[in-house]
């Protein structure tokens, strides 16, 4: 594998796991949460909010893999408190059920379309640094597009299972 399909992988897991262990403040009255109210629950709503993530991972490739790193580093936190902070008000059974059938498809996309933010970047810097003919070939673009489309049919497929499926998968499991 080569670097830029090992970097996403890597700096999800290891800022998830940062995210899971960080400290949250407990309280011994903590309201009930109403998921409908922190999540939007339309087709629409978390379609537009998955595909943000999935653009900024993209944009990396013009943005020298900036955007990408960033993006990487704050999805894998903010998705390790989160399911920290779900964990220890509902429960691991709670988390996998309302996770497993939608994240299947949605954490794929997300670093399947930051391999493609960082792959213009690392053949530019081959080029760069003489390992290259040409800082980007017409096999690089088809790659970098082919990894697009995928990464934004997987990211609506989860919203569809999101909406439509894991809230019936946790009816019928609990």
Do not use: W
């Not at 894998?76 to 989160?82: R, T």
């Not at 690392?122 to 003919?133: F, G, H, N, P, S």
């Amino acid at each position: 594998m080569k670097l830029y399909e090992v970097l996403p992988i890597v700096l999800f897991l290891i800022f998830f796991v940062f995210g899971y262990f960080t400290k949250i403040p407990t309280y011994d009255n903590t309201p009930n949460i109403d998921i409908n109210t922190i999540f939007p629950n339309t087709f629409l709503g978390i379609l537009s909010n998955n595909l943000k993530v999935i653009l900024t991972n993209l944009s990396g490739s013009v943005l020298f893999g900036l955007s990408t790193f960033v993006n990487m580093l704050y999805n894998g936190y903010i998705l390790g408190v989160q399911a920290k902070i779900f964990t220890v008000t509902y429960g691991v059974y709670f988390v996998l059920i309302t996770t497993i059938p939608h994240c299947i498809f949605e954490i794929p996309a997300m670093l399947i379309a930051a391999i493609a933010g960082f792959k213009i970047p690392y053949e530019i810097t081959l080029y760069l640094l003489d390992r290259k003919e040409k800082p980007i070939t017409e096999e690089d673009i088809k790659e970098f597009l082919k990894l697009a489309l995928i990464s934004i049919i997987l990211i609506i497929i989860a919203a569809f299972v999101e909406v439509y499926i894991t809230p019936e998968v946790a009816k019928l499991l609990m």
